[in-house]
């Protein structure tokens, strides 16, 4: 009766030692704005007068784009990804007296983000190009709620679609 206790514990550890050593091979990701203070439209905090990137916004989206290298870039590739210009989904709409500081999401406020991005296999450039990425169906797309609690659901999600097309294939090619 004690080995099925012992044996179940055994292959535990064996599944996340291999999940351990799976991300561990991964690529990394590495993520800078040039002129965050510029941005079209950035920010959570304001009531979309000032132009700019609040410190939340880069910080989930930087996070994110390092998750999505963890899970599609393969060991030895290094991608730097730099944000040139950010215009999240939806608009403030300050007419609305209760609503001032609430993005109204529109057909005709997709998101949108200008960034230029290197990809490296120790250390050999593989691609480079500068890239705007959006999506202006973010709202008719399955699965994507609008009643999500994260703020930059739309944003995640577009970056999500990117990241897989452009380097989906880069774990398989190199490990093959």
């Known amino acids: 009766m004690r080995l099925a206790p012992t ?18 091979a991964a690529g990394k990701v590495d993520v800078s704005y040039t002129h965050p203070e510029k941005f079209r439209d950035a920010s959570l905090r304001s009531a979309g007068y000032e132009r700019g990137a609040d410190a939340f916004v880069m910080k ?4 994110h784009l390092q998750t999505l290298g963890d ?9 730097h990804i730099d944000i040139l210009d950010i215009d999240l989904a939806g608009r403030y709409e300050p007419w609305h007296s209760y609503a001032y500081d ?11 983000i200008k960034l230029h991005y290197e990809l490296k296999q120790d250390g050999k450039t593989l691609a480079n ?3 705007r990425v959006n999506d202006m169906f973010y709202l008719q797309r399955p699965g994507r709620s609008v009643h999500s609690s994260d703020r930059l659901y739309a ?3 577009m970056l999500d679609d990117w990241f897989r097309e452009r380097f989906g294939e880069q ?6």
Do not use: C, N
């Open 155 to 157: 944003e995640k999600a």
């Open 71 to 79: 899970r599609y870039l393969a060991a030895g590739q290094t991608l």
């Open 102 to 112: 609430v993005r109204f999401m529109r057909d005709i406020t997709w998101p949108s």
């Open 171 to 176: 774990r398989v090619s190199a490990t093959h």
């Open 7 to 24: 044996l179940t514990a055994v292959a535990v550890s064996a599944v996340l030692l291999g999940l351990s050593m799976e991300l561990a």
């Open 129 to 131: 190009q500068e890239q």
């Open 60 to 63: 989930e989206l930087s996070a």
